[in-house]
Nanobody, 124 residues
């Protein structure tokens, strides 16, 4: 069984930075495509970023391009989301997700495994 555990959330002022981490166990990490999603108050869960098994291919939602960077360390079984220039609109619970297929997808239904989420709050 695959387990995903997020960490690194918190409260940060607008313009600040955070780095989220997601530690994965239970399956060969390098076989997984990884994604980050978020769910703001009263909103549906939405795609943020995804990365393929090698880290050589990434995909972002338009609202975070140039501010967020997804990366992975296969030796540490961990995927990261570096978030810079944070805005109040980025406030959400951030979820790590995994899929055992190579295609980068943006839908929640495309991912088989999920973490419990970590809260990110950006104050104005």
């Amino acid at each position: 069984q695959v387990q995903l555990v997020e960490s690194g959330g918190g409260l940060v002022p607008a313009g600040g930075s955070l780095r989220l981490s997601c530690a994965v166990s239970g399956r060969t990490f390098s076989s997984l495509t990884m994604g980050w999603f978020r769910q703001g108050p009263g909103k549906e869960r939405e795609f943020v970023a995804a990365i393929n098994w090698s880290g050589g291919s990434t995909r972002y939602t338009d609202s975070v391009k140039g501010r967020f960077t997804i990366s992975r360390d296969n030796a540490k079984n961990t995927v990261y989301l570096q978030m810079n220039s944070l805005e109040p609109e980025d406030t959400a619970v951030y979820y790590c997700a995994a899929r055992p297929k190579s295609l980068l997808v943006v839908t929640t239904s495309g991912y088989d495994y999920w973490g419990q989420g970590t809260q990110v709050t950006v104050s104005s």
